[in-house]
């Protein structure tokens, strides 16, 4: 969480997502990122930092991560190729 310090970071126990934005922005810091909105419900306000509970105030800027399936970073480029080949094996 950017509003505590970098080493005492702490993790969240998973929580649900609410709504995912359909366009991507640019991030507001770096103008060369694209970014996607999201509101990820948390199961609980407290976040446990150094053994001490720490209520979540609105505002605090998170870094989570979305599982959105089970692709790969090397089936991007290969993705193309891949349906070309499943496709012509197939009878039409």
Do not use: C
């Amino acid at each position: 969480m950017q509003a505590i310090g970098r080493r005492e970071d702490g993790v969240m126990p998973v929580g649900r997502r609410r709504l995912i934005s359909n366009d991507a922005k640019q991030d507001d810091n770096d103008k060369k990122n694209w970014v996607f909105t999201a509101q990820v419900a948390l199961p609980t306000d407290t976040m446990l930092i150094e053994d001490k509970q720490l209520r979540l105030t609105p505002g605090m800027t998170v870094i989570t991560e979305m599982k959105t399936g089970r692709r790969t970073i090397v089936s991007y480029p290969f993705s193309p190729l891949i349906q070309h080949a499943r496709e012509s094996l197939h009878e039409r």
